[in-house]
């Protein structure tokens, strides 16, 4: 069976191999943004928040979020082409998987449970699963890591701005 993107032609078997990786971490990225999304309900809760002078306006959450996307997708293709042990690769895939677990966990935490103080204590998790596969693809995929370095400066941001929140609206639910 021959498939055509545009002028060129090839084999279905060639374009999996050569687009594959694409449309997997597009859409594995796809589902971790919507699912992020459906469990981040800005409500009465969250405006009445006490929150830091300096915290960007709602508004650019989306737009930094759409970039940071692009980015773990370009650095997922990237490393899914550059790492060619089975078992490394192996390992890169399931890092990725861990961090859009974590990043999932992370704005249900926060946003459903309106437990600030937990996901305090989960993002530093969810840092560690960014810098994993970064330093996986530094060792194996040269400067692709980068793509992940404003995800990683995001969450480092976030954790920060999370930590903020929970000093200045504390106590959460029962202590943990």
């Known amino acids: 069976m021959r498939i055509c993107i545009g ?10 191999a050569s687009w594959g990786a694409v449309l997997v971490a597009a859409f594995g990225v796809t589902v971790m943004a919507g699912a992020g999304m459906s469990l981040t309900v800005l409500d009465h809760w969250y405006y009445n928040l006490k929150k830091p002078s300096w915290q960007p306006p709602d508004w650019l959450f989306g737009p930094a979020w759409t970039l940071i996307f692009i980015g773990e997708v370009t650095a997922a293709v990237i490393g899914w082409h550059a790492i060619t ?15 859009a677990v974590l990043n999932i966990l992370w704005s249900y935490f926060f946003f ?4 600030p ?25 040269g400067k692709a890591w980068l793509y992940l370095l404003p995800y ?25």
Do not use: H, Q
Request: net charge positive; proline share 4%.
């Open 112 to 115: 459903k449970l309106r437990r």
């Open 7 to 16: 002028p060129r032609c090839g084999s279905v078997k060639a374009f999996l």
């Open 117 to 141: 103080d937990i996901a305090r204590k989960e993002v530093l998790f969810l840092w560690l699963s960014i810098a994993a596969p970064m330093l996986l693809l530094a060792v194996y995929a």
């Open 85 to 99: 042990n089975f078992w490394v690769t192996t390992l890169f895939i399931i890092l990725l998987l861990i961090n």
């Open 152 to 176: 990683l400066l995001w969450v480092s941001f976030a954790a920060i701005l999370n930590d903020a929140i929970v000093r200045l609206n504390a106590p959460f639910g029962e202590a943990l």
